[in-house]
């Protein structure tokens, strides 16, 4: 930063490096814009004008009456890459990958019959067995999704004896020949009723990502319907689209 | 049925009469007797489950009339590099396209970082409201920025924004073909302006869709920032082969 710029461009500079040094944590309250007017011996008005900026971009927030604080958002924000016909990791793998502790516990669990929605989403005659498997799932120790999936069961006999709150759902379906590869999938943003708010840990009401996905493995089986509800503290949903 | 409640299984099964039976927006829906004797359930298992259909805006309940299969919402394809225009035409719903403001403007810092471009670049800044036309009402859906850089469409002004999709006058006029779209999906709060233009409250959840749209030279063509009301959009990737062996399952009498 040159000496020569503008101070409140200066300041704006000082504080971003605090919260990049991690001198200033998320959460945290930063300090007075008349302290900080005394130690760095400028106008408070200037200060004032570096933190305006620095709030309109998302990196502090203030408290009516109590102070300005970091943002958490940054921090805490996870990209869940949409998955594509390439991607074939599951949102674990991602989550793994970017150093986040994926936990999971499990709601359910168990054979579905009669079910005709859960079999027409799976491409299966009403008459097959479908496995269903509801998760809550966890990154360091927050509730970041709930996971509604289900199986048609004839390709995974065995699947009771397996525990989904530690073995990757994914690792199990690759193992078995049937690896989700291809996808459908469907996002729109919705209220969390009560149920919803309860396990992700938001306020009833709230929007919240719903997505839904159905995935063929690499011969065009259907094995995979899953519907899912993403705390958006958590996530956010980036795609590429290219033309012919 | 452990894994769902009777009022989560039912909720799912009245969707699937809905696929089956072709249901369409603004089709009325049978009674809770009704669903109640062929489902062999209480009615006030299907009342719930009407209630969560309710919640996901599957359904709308019409005061002193009934429940009625809700609106379809506009469906942006993921795979698709395409006009919001030409997305809204693939789904019936008409729309009216509002020109709010026309502004040349030079990149500054903060959209510096955003549209990848040195600031001081000369842009256009277009501002423009979408509106659902519907039968009895014109419903502001979302209100979109696009920032065009100049060099690649001078004189954009020109043209108009109103009727014709920005992509449209692009490929023609300026021989620009939109190749890439690198697109973030997230949820904010609405502000004044944005409150007021969508008719909705302060502070609720909209849905903001921001990114870049290359040429096939890499050129940045637009930046576009897009705040919308959730309840009428859905973002979607399609799978031709998966789709039809589902239809296959669907006609073959489930």
């Known amino acids: 930063m040159d000496y020569r710029m503008p101070l409140y461009i200066q300041l704006q500079d000082i504080i971003l490096k605090k919260i990049e040094e991690k001198k200033y944590l998320p959460g945290e309250m930063i300090p007075s814009e008349r302290k900080m007017a005394e130690i760095y011996g400028v106008n408070r008005m200037t200060v004032k004008r570096a933190i305006n900026k620095l709030v309109e971009e998302g990196y502090l927030y203030r408290e009516l009456g109590v102070g300005t604080f970091v943002a958490k958002r ?33 709601l359910g669990m168990g054979d579905i ?44 006999d065995d ?31 919705c209220s969390a009723n009560e149920k919803i708010a309860d396990l992700l840990n938001v306020k009833k009401g709230s929007a919240v990502f719903r997505i839904e996905y159905q995935a063929s493995d690499k011969d065009y089986n259907l094995v995979e319907y899953t519907k899912s509800y993403l705390n958006p503290e958590f996530a956010e949903f980036r795609f590429v689209a290219e033309a012919e | 049925m452990k894994l769902l409640n009777k009022d989560e299984f039912i909720a799912n099964e009245i969707q ?4 089956k039976n072709d249901l369409q927006e603004g089709d009325k829906l049978p009674s809770e007797r009704n669903f109640a004797e062929a489902f062999g359930v209480q009615r006030a298992t299907v009342r719930a489950a009407y209630k969560i259909l309710e919640e996901e805006g599957i359904i709308e309940i019409r005061e002193r009339s009934g429940r009625y299969v809700g609106h379809s919402r506009i469906t942006t394809n993921l795979q698709e590099v395409k006009s919001f225009s030409e997305k809204m035409h693939e789904i019936g719903i008409k729309t009216e396209n509002k020109l709010l403001a026309f502004e040349a403007v030079e990149v500054d810092k903060e959209l510096s970082k955003k549209i990848r471009l040195p600031i001081g670049t000369p842009l256009y800044k277009i501002t423009r409201v979408r509106k659902a036309l519907r039968e009895n009402s014109i419903i502001p859906v979302s209100i979109e920025y696009s920032y065009i850089p100049e060099n690649l469409a001078p004189k954009l002004m020109r043209y108009d924004l109103e ?8 490929l023609k006029e300026y021989g620009r073909q939109p190749k890439k779209d690198d697109q973030v999906i997230e949820i904010v ?66």
């Open chain 1, 74 to 106: 940054d921090n805490k924000k996870i990209d869940i890459d949409y998955q594509n016909e390439t991607g074939n990791s599951g949102i674990s793998a991602i989550f793994r990958e970017r150093g986040i502790k994926i936990s999971n516990r499990i």
């Open chain 1, 113 to 156: 019959t009669g079910s005709k929605f859960i079999n027409y989403k799976l491409g299966q005659a009403e008459t097959e067995i479908i496995w269903g498997l509801h998760r809550v799932r966890f990154g360091d120790n927050m509730p970041f999704a709930i996971e509604y999936t289900y199986v048609p069961k004839k390709y995974f």
């Open chain 1, 159 to 189: 699947i009771d004896n397996f525990d989904f709150s530690k073995v990757s759902l994914y690792d199990y379906m690759e193992a078995n020949g049937h690896l989700p590869t291809h996808f459908i999938q469907n996002l729109i943003i």
């Open chain 2, 16 to 19: 699937y009469y809905f696929i």
């Open chain 2, 163 to 170: 009727d014709r999709s920005l992509f449209d006058i692009l």
């Open chain 2, 189 to 254: 709060y609405a502000n004044e302006f944005e409150a007021k233009t969508l008719k909705v409250d302060q502070m609720t959840a909209l849905v903001k869709k921001s990114g870049i749209t290359y040429d096939k030279d890499g050129n940045v063509l637009q930046y576009l920032h897009t705040v919308m009301n959730k309840e009428w959009v859905q973002f979607h990737q399609g799978n031709e082969i998966i789709e039809k062996k589902i239809n296959e399952v669907l006609k073959d009498g489930l």
